[in-house]
């Protein structure tokens, strides 16, 4: 690639030398009124210097919700309470020995012995077993149990879940078991709730809430056990943990560890462990029946309709594949949709000449909702006689997107319609609120046949006792982050080996099961992964890096050493791209020390660039607005998309639009939304009918920007102890309450959209685009389109123009989400990197970060805005390492954030 060639991939962006460092370079817009004003804000600067408290020193990585530690003493006494209540309830309640003789039902009861015995002899175990031995619920009551036969037991159990409804769920039961009160003797602890006391010896929790006790509590005072379930589903947080675990074990060698996993790849952390035992739970308690794709065509004798949308597009390719021609033997590692009719019929041999036709004629990759349809039907209106009549029907597919396209294929399919008083459907993810997930578990009333639409959160978190069938679409959906190209995708994938038989699994718990995997038993024995792929290995590195530099026993290690003694290490290119990310934003200094804003960024349990969003909207006045973008940005857009009105959406979308942004027409659907709310309940649904948003989702972005005051409020940055309960308290009928909580002060520029903008410059740098000669470029020089569902799509801007985006995804094309235009102040002022000032052809040019340039004639209004930045920037620091101050009450800091908002208003 030639000089000419480079310059032209990377104009608007790229630096280089005078005459081509002002093209494309667009003039800098500031007034002599503007430029006054710089002046006299950097003169009062100048003379009041400092506000920083230099003798002030960061926190000491306490957490405020870890509970009081008890003495010793104290300790003890309550256990022998806790014993003498044991034996008591083991003697005289009929309901505790009701559930006992329910346990021992289980396969785990047993191997009960030899588990207590293991754990006694070794360090760690692994405890392994299919879905539904009775693992998660069994083995740490056997601990405890154990421990309650002695009246000076010392047993402080940690069972971590991967998800906060296996956490309460699992608690609700375990409790239930010892017909005790949950928060007693057994309790949970998810982030921002639990159920827990001083009487808690049986603590169930998310991951993350083991990870943050530690960094205030690095040795884990008082544990005894700390039991890792699902080890199997390779999450970020659980393989991290075990890393700090292992490690921890040469500071607790009393410590014992207890790693629970599905049957797959228990090998894999025993030998991680020094070949520590293993035990095995015997199988699940039903047989369960296992059909394919071939099969299901050839019982409920489905055929495809000529020119569906599940039909092969390709008509002349599929003309081919049938010709004489491609009778040769095929290879077992060629897919099914790449066989001719004959090839096919080859490989199934044992299917009809019809079933072929069927296979022959199907497009492998689509999800055909027909089918899915097409086989509850034949299910529940028992045409099949050696399969069970009754029990629940759980349906695995890989979103809610999905979830929702098959549930309306039910409402109108003409078994489901008709006698829609005959089913019940509810659908399982993720996203819905801990009682909307509650529903699942309930029974129905006898003759009422209860379907679950599920994502893989029912393959292993949580288990529906009633479950008899299983329907295993074979897809789910998978985020992957490119770190060379830094973007994340959510990639459809087909499912490995491991999650069909985890699947398989959920259906036999309360009679023999039945499982329809909805792809062929060839591509399940030889195209399929054996294993998912580790979250390690496909996530951005960021926050592991910032929770290895959190964590004591960590210090003082290279991270790369330190992450390279993970079970699967990621790659070094990856921990280096993960470093540089967080350099960009501000976490990490140059000697790769975990700056103030990285340190309260750990504290803050959301992607980091939501975390600055937060902080800088707190210290710049605009809190109640800034968190509503981040609630937002974390959770998911409120706009929905019905699939037959799609136009009509999109201009209902644009009707709202607001300051060119995709992330402040949210903030004004929100706002809006709250009022309608205020004139009742039906008003605030009518509001969300006609703009096509979704009253679930705002509802869940409402609850999370109350909890995000709690988080503040517990870092330190908001001065008040305010609790999630407490913002509740304070909501009324037109609002969320975080206006009123956090009082006039911190909210003062809720209304100031420049700056709102420019708050997001500063916590996405450096996701930005620019507009050149009609076509949009990353600051790399790549070309990327932005979303056809951004309110910005198809928006003509001035050449040169800049946007900030959230996330850059790719499906069919490479898309940026989430984008706001920026002013020429707001990329000044808050963008990472340097500021230089350089000169071409008479022109003073501002480069920021090496590659924003604007170009202006006064050397004047360079040397201002440089310097105004400078001290921006060292007032930001000042602030972050010490919450406490506020800089409003200074004349430095009022003058500097009173200069901005001005400028940036303007």
């Known amino acids: ?99 006992q003789e329910e346990r021992q039902k289980l396969p785990a009861w047993e191997v009960k012995d030899f588990i207590t015995a293991a754990v006694k002899r070794h360090k760690v175990i692994i405890v392994s077993g299919m879905t539904g031995c009775g693992k998660t619920t069994q083995v740490p009551q ?30 609700e039961r375990v409790a239930a078991e010892r017909d005790d009160t949950l928060g007693n003797l057994v309790g949970y602890q998810i982030r921002l709730d639990g159920e827990v006391s001083y009487l808690t010896r049986l603590l169930f929790c998310t991951t993350g809430i083991v990870l943050r006790r530690l960094e ?15 080890v199997h589903e390779r999450s970020e947080l659980s393989d991290f943990l075990i890393l700090v675990l292992k490690r921890l074990l040469v500071q ?13 790849n228990a090998k894999l952390f025993s030998e991680y462990f020094n070949n520590c035992p293993i035990i095995n739970i015997p199988g699940q308690l039903f047989p369960v029946k296992q059909f394919f794709l071939e099969d299901i065509i050839e019982q409920t004798k489905y055929c495809v309709k000529e020119f569906s949308e599940y039909s092969r597009s390709d008509r002349e390719l599929h003309w081919m594949l049938q010709s004489h021609e491609h009778r040769e033997a095929v290879s077992d590692k060629t897919p099914d949709k790449k066989l001719s009719e004959y090839q096919l019929a080859m490989r199934y041999q044992k299917c009809s000449r019809s079933t072929i036709k069927t296979m022959s004629a199907l497009d492998f990759d689509e999800i055909n909702y027909d089918l899915i349809v097409h086989l509850l039907e034949w299910i529940v209106t028992e045409k099949h006689k050696e399969f069970p009549l009754d029990g629940a029907i759980l349906v695995f597919l890989p979103g809610l997107q999905e979830i929702q396209k098959t549930f309306e294929e039910l409402q109108v399919s003409k078994e489901f319609s008709r006698n829609i008083d005959r089913y019940v459907i509810i659908a399982l993810h993720s996203s819905f609120s801990s009682d909307e997930q509650k529903a699942v578990f309930h029974k129905p009333k006898p003759g009422i046949r209860k379907i679950v639409l ?94 290895t530099k959190i964590l004591s026993v960590f210090r003082g290690h290279d991270i790369e050493i330190v992450l390279q003694d993970l079970i699967d290490a990621p790659s070094t290119d990856r921990i280096r791209a993960a470093v540089q990310s967080l350099k960009d934003i501000g976490a990490l200094d140059s000697q790769m020390e975990l700056t103030a804003l990285g340190y309260h960024l750990g504290s803050i349990p959301v992607d980091v660039r939501i975390g600055k969003l937060m902080l800088y909207g707190l210290m710049f006045r605009c809190l109640d607005a800034t968190l509503t973008m981040a609630a937002t940005l974390s959770y998911k857009s409120p706009f929905i998309t019905p699939f037959k009105k799609k136009e009509e959406a999109t201009f209902k979308k644009k009707e709202l639009k607001a300051h060119n942004s995709d992330i402040q027409t949210m903030l004004k659907a929100y706002k809006e939304w709250w009022e309608a709310r205020g004139k009742g309940r039906e008003s605030a649904y009518k509001y969300c009918k006609e703009f096509f948003l979704s009253f679930k989702h705002l ?30 308290t304070s909501a009324k009928a037109n609002s969320d309450g975080v206006a009123i909580i956090t009082g006039r002060e911190a909210n003062e520029n809720n209304e100031n959209m420049e700056l709102l903008t ?14 050149v000669s009609g076509k949009v470029k990353t600051r790399t020089g790549e070309y990327v389109d932005i979303h056809p569902n951004s309110v910005n799509f198809k928006v003509f801007f001035k050449n040169g123009s800049f946007l900030v985006y959230h996330e850059k995804v790719k499906t069919k094309k ?66 972050i390492t010490e919450p406490d101050i506020d800089l409003m009450s200074s004349p430095k800091g009022s003058a500097l954030i009173k200069c901005i908002n001005y400028l940036l208003a303007k």
């Open 758 to 771: 420019a708050m997001l410059v500063a916590a996405l740098y450096p996701n930005i685009i620019q507009h």
């Open 1 to 99: 690639m030639d000089l000419e060639e480079l310059r032209s991939k990377l104009v608007g962006f790229e630096v280089s030398d005078c005459p081509s460092l002002i093209d494309n370079c667009p003039d800098l817009e500031i007034d002599s009124k503007e430029q006054k004003m710089i002046n006299e804000t950097l003169q009062l600067v100048q003379k009041h210097g400092q506000i920083k408290n230099n003798d002030a020193k960061m926190g000491d990585n306490t957490c405020s919700d870890q509970k009081q530690r008890y003495s010793e003493d104290e300790m003890m006494r309550t256990n022998k309470i806790l014993y003498q209540e044991f034996h008591k309830k083991r003697q005289n309640s009929d309901m505790y020995q009701k559930m």
């Open 699 to 728: 509802e869940m972005i409402s609850t999370l920007k109350q909890q995000y005051v709690e988080i503040l409020s517990d870092i330190g940055f908001i001065k008040k102890k305010i609790k999630f309960k407490d913002v509740q």
């Open 454 to 547: 599920s994502t893989n959160i029912a393959e292993t978190s949580i288990t529906i006792d009633d479950v008899a069938y299983v329907v295993d679409v074979g897809r789910m959906k998978e985020m992957r982050y490119d770190h060379e190209k830094s973007m994340q995708s959510l990639d459809l994938i087909w499912v490995s080996r491991t999650n069909a038989e985890q699947r398989k699994g959920r259906a036999g718990r309360v009679q023999e099961g039945v499982c329809f995997h909805l792809f062929t038993s060839h591509m399940y024995k030889h195209i399929l992964r054996p294993h998912p792929v580790p979250e390690i290995q496909r996530n951005s590195l960021e926050q592991v890096i910032i929770r």
């Open 814 to 879: 490479i898309y940026i989400r989430e984008c706001s235009l920026v002013s020429q102040l707001s990329l000044l002022m808050f963008a990472g990197g340097g500021i230089e000032v350089d000169e071409c052809q008479g022109y003073k040019v501002l480069i920021i970060d090496k590659m924003i340039k604007y170009k202006t004639h006064g050397s004047e209004v360079a040397s201002s805005l440089k310097a105004l930045r400078s001290e921006l920037n060292q007032l930001l620091s000042d602030k």
């Open 252 to 264: 607790r060698p009393d410590l014992r560890v207890i790693l629970m996993s599905a049957t797959i």
């Open 142 to 171: 056997f601990i405890l149990d154990d421990a309650l036969e002695s009246d000076n037991f010392r047993a402080n159990i940690i069972c971590t879940q991967p998800r906060r409804i296996a956490a309460t769920s699992i608690a």
């Open 216 to 230: 205030g509590d690095p040795n884990l005072e008082g544990v005894t056990h700390v039991i890792v379930d699902e």
